[in-house]
């Protein structure tokens, strides 16, 4: 048996064991890559009229929430930018977990939606996504393995797909659909359009890989970087030494607002400890995430605290911490902006069709096998 035989047997008992994962995952994938536009075009709470009244502070906003949420833990506040809502965030993980954001008129105080953030359909979209409606540790567990073989499918697909000669390269790169029968039709679906999207299939798959497996993370980390190790992240403490800051929280976000554009998504999380810090972010682009500075204060002193992982400062990020903090906009697209996002629904739902196509091709082949024995 040749090399390239034995290449096809595996692309085909890979594609016969994990087919459907991959259509379940790439049809969720290209469901959520308008989430945020849809919810904007769905949901007018996100939006407020644009005052000149100052902006009610995090310790008001939290302190309205709460009237919402009695005894729930609040997680942070985030100001989305002028002409949008403000958020409080509720947050609870464990055994009763729950997360919930409360959508608040920063100018007037006025609750406009109470939001579980457990429910509705994208949601419901992010857990096939990530773990096939499972229990998180199994699912993830399976859509991590399926990730993997994917992209040994996609690079056999590619070995399979690339001819022999240069005469023979012509007639792989178009779908032939005249004079051609049914079965011609569906084998140019797959190989041809299989070919054009294995290049974006494997942005997908390393992307998503970095979050499946540890392991795949660091190897990944150490390639880009050139054999440097990844900086874990650690959470920064604060020096209980010092008396209690009045209206910490409400403090850093004075300091935030003036550091920033008013266009910037602010966030200032709540302390979950006497020791913790207050981490505080800035997004100058809240349709991405990569760009986002992460700061932390201590929440006695109110003194910056500086940290040597990728969640800080982006300025002084290294090419390699960005490009990992690029990994979630990457695998959107979002990263090219508005056509980036339609490039990644358009790929996921040509990779949810492969295997539909492959599996008719090889019931077509066994169909085939079966008149032959019967005559024979």
Not at 196 to 221: D, H, M, Q
Not at 310 to 334: E, F, Q, T
Request: hydrophobic residues 45%; contains cysteine; aromatic residues 16%.
């Amino acid at each position: 048996m040749t090399a390239k035989k034995i290449i096809g047997k595996l692309h085909l008992w890979l594609g016969l064991l994990i087919g459907l994962l991959v259509f379940i995952i790439a049809i969720t994938g290209s469901l959520y890559a308008f989430k945020d536009e849809i919810q904007n075009a769905t949901q007018p709470y996100r939006f407020v009229k644009e005052q000149d009244a100052k902006m009610l502070l995090p310790s008001t906003l939290i302190a309205l929430a709460k009237k919402e949420l009695p005894g729930k833990h609040v997680h942070a506040v985030l100001y989305t930018g002028a002409g949008h809502s403000a958020k409080v965030i509720f947050y609870h993980g464990g055994k009763n977990e729950y997360y919930y954001f409360v959508y608040i008129n920063q100018y007037t105080g006025e609750v406009l939606k109470v939001s579980n953030e457990f429910s509705g359909f994208f949601h419901f979209v992010l857990e096939g996504h990530f773990y096939l409606w499972l229990p998180h540790e199994v699912g993830k567990a399976i859509v991590s393995t399926a990730t993997l073989l994917f992209f040994f499918m996609l690079v056999t697909g590619i070995v399979l797909w690339w001819p022999r000669n240069k005469n023979g390269r012509k007639q792989r790169f178009r779908i032939r659909l005249k004079n051609v029968r049914w079965r011609r039709k569906n084998y140019d679906l797959h190989s041809v359009l299989g070919f054009y999207v294995s290049w974006i299939g494997i942005i997908f798959a390393i992307t998503g890989l970095v979050w499946g497996f540890e392991w795949f993370a660091r190897g990944y980390y150490a390639t880009i970087s050139g054999g440097s190790a990844r900086v874990e992240y650690t959470e920064p403490v604060s020096d209980t030494a010092y008396s209690k800051a009045k209206n910490p929280l409400d403090k850093v976000w004075y300091f935030m607002k003036k550091e920033y554009a008013p266009s910037a998504a602010i966030e200032i999380h709540v302390p979950e400890n006497s020791r913790a810090c207050i981490a505080a972010n800035a997004n100058p682009d809240p349709t991405t995430y990569w760009k986002t500075d992460y700061r932390y204060f201590d929440q006695y002193s109110l003194k910056e605290v500086d940290v040597k992982h990728m969640w800080g400062r982006y300025a002084n990020l290294s090419n390699s911490d960005k490009l990992m903090r690029m990994n979630y906009d990457i695998h959107v697209g979002a990263v090219w902006g508005l056509w980036g996002k339609v490039l990644a629904c358009l790929a996921s739902l040509v990779i949810a069709s492969l295997p539909v196509t492959g599996f008719m091709i090889y019931l077509g082949r066994r169909r085939k096998k079966l008149v032959y024995s019967e005559i024979s």
